[in-house]
């Protein structure tokens, strides 16, 4: 096994750990600050009567862009950091000889700490049945890396603390459990494209060795490149949310997104569909909405839906999946995701 | 002389590597053969998980991530010293 030179910074080791050691306290710093500071902004610079809409509208804003965009960076950072000790070619190994069952609850969790783009679906599906994985157990990862992603992760953290953020894994965990299981049973490996199954790997990449400073560049690189691709949807998105703070009234949507509109759990998850990578600009709003009344069911099938059920996905997966599985698989997790919401608007 | 191959559906992240690499080839002004790899079947055979995938000399060097235009320098010189 040989090792990998890291050349990307010339950076010391101890000058890294230097840096992150200043960039945590500055986060910290900042986010004492950004409260205090929106208040004067809005009311002492601005001199905004405090019981005007706009000026809640604004302090609701000027106090959320900070403090999310902080926690999502901070988020970010933290979980890519532990991302850099998983690897698709590492979580390939773990899973391979499983069965189904005990493999479901294995792919699904590895799902979530393993580091996924789904422009990248069809090269893991090919090296998950390659090594033999069951096709049940290598859809149970594929529904549960794209759903419990960093960028929701740390939105809805931000946003709705851990407790929602938890409830929301836990969720994702369970929908790719049964659905991976659902899809194993029905025993459906003759519709995957013939090509697939006749593919013979040659060289493979050796295995990292990364050291602490490598982890830490890497995490930082990740916060840059999501961030910067972001950010602006969190902007829009929380400028929306702060209108619907200001001006919606009270209550105005417990009619149509509430917990006895029993049409709003499938409506939800219909809308979610083309919406497809955009947790970041969805759940502010979503956010803002579920302050007017809107359920967390409903809500939360919303947001699994605007992820874990893409059409860029979708046709991506076409070239290994016959049409018939295809159908299958969208089929299965939108059912699971429609139950999951009337089983939180029933339990909440 | 190196063959360079850049492994990946054609996806942003994909152009980018392919831009980076074509830098760095440039800046170390050696001779390079760089092709862009988009058969899911090919890509398969390097044992490729995740894309964009960095491939010199039929040698797997990066995978699933774009590695900066220095660290591609370094691949790329290595490649050239190994020979």
Redesign the interface.
């Known amino acids: 096994m040989t090792t990998?030179?890291?050349?990307?910074?010339?950076l010391p080791a101890r000058w890294t750990y230097g840096l992150v050691a200043i960039g945590a306290a500055l986060w910290l710093i900042a986010y004492r600050l950004y409260e205090p500071a929106a208040d004067w902004l809005v009311f002492g610079v601005l001199h905004l009567p405090p019981e005007s809409r706009f000026g809640e509208s604004l302090v609701f804003f000027v106090a959320d862009v900070p403090k999310i965009l902080l926690l999502l960076s901070g988020m970010i950072f933290l979980i890519s950091l532990v991302r850099t000790f998983f690897?698709?070619?590492r979580t390939?190994a773990l899973l391979g000889g499983r069965r189904e069952g005990l493999g479901n609850v294995l792919a699904a969790g590895l799902g979530v700490v393993t580091?996924?783009?789904s422009?990248?679906a069809?090269?893991?599906f090919?090296?998950?049945v390659?090594a033999g994985i069951p096709l049940g157990v290598t859809f149970s990862f594929l529904i549960a890396a794209p759903t419990i992603n960093e960028v929701a992760l740390a939105m809805l953290f931000a946003l709705f603390g851990w407790r929602v953020a938890g409830l929301y894994v836990l969720t994702g965990i369970t929908i790719a459990v049964v659905a991976g299981n659902i899809i194993g049973r029905l025993k459906m490996e003759r519709f995957v494209e013939e090509?697939v199954w006749n593919?013979?790997?040659?060289?493979?990449?050796a295995a990292e060795r990364l050291t602490w400073r490598d982890r830490l560049l890497?995490a930082w690189?990740s916060v840059k490149e999501i961030v910067g691709r972001v950010w602006i949807y969190v902007v829009v998105a929380i400028a929306i949310g702060a209108a619907i703070h200001g001006y919606v009234p009270q209550d105005a949507l417990v009619g149509i997104m509430g917990k006895r509109a029993w049409w709003s759990v499938p409506l939800a998850v219909v809308i979610g569909i083309p919406l497809y990578s955009n947790a970041a600009g969805m759940i502010p709003i979503v956010a803002a909405l579920i302050d007017k009344g809107a359920s967390l069911g409903t809500a939360l099938a919303f947001m699994m839906s605007v992820v874990g059920l893409s059409l860029p996905e979708a046709i991506?997966l076409r070239?290994?999946l016959k049409p018939r599985l295809l159908i299958v698989f969208f089929a299965v997790i939108a059912i699971a995701i429609v139950l999951t919401g009337y089983l939180f608007n029933w339990i909440m | 002389m190196l063959t360079i191959k850049i492994?990946?559906?054609g996806?942003p992240?994909?152009q980018k590597l392919a831009y980076l690499t074509e830098r760095a080839v440039a800046q170390l002004s050696i001779e390079a053969e760089i092709e862009k790899v988009t058969d899911?079947?090919k890509?398969?055979?390097?044992?490729?998980?995740?894309?964009p995938?960095l491939v010199v000399n039929?040698?797997?060097?990066?995978?699933?991530?774009i590695?900066?235009e220095?660290?591609i320098?370094?691949?790329l010189a290595?490649a050239l010293s190994g020979d």
């Not at chain 1, 990998?4 to 010339?10: I, V």
């Not at chain 2, 039929?58 to 991530?65: I, L, N, W």
């Open positions: 990998m030179p890291l050349p990307s910074a010339n690897s698709p070619e390939r580091p996924f783009c422009c990248s069809v090269p893991l090919i090296g998950f390659e090509f593919i013979r790997e040659t060289a493979g990449m890497r690189e991506i070239r290994v | 492994l990946g559906s996806c992240n994909c899911y079947a890509i398969a055979e390097y044992h490729v998980l995740s894309t995938g039929e040698k797997v060097v990066s995978a699933g991530r590695p900066s220095a660290e320098t370094t691949f290595t």
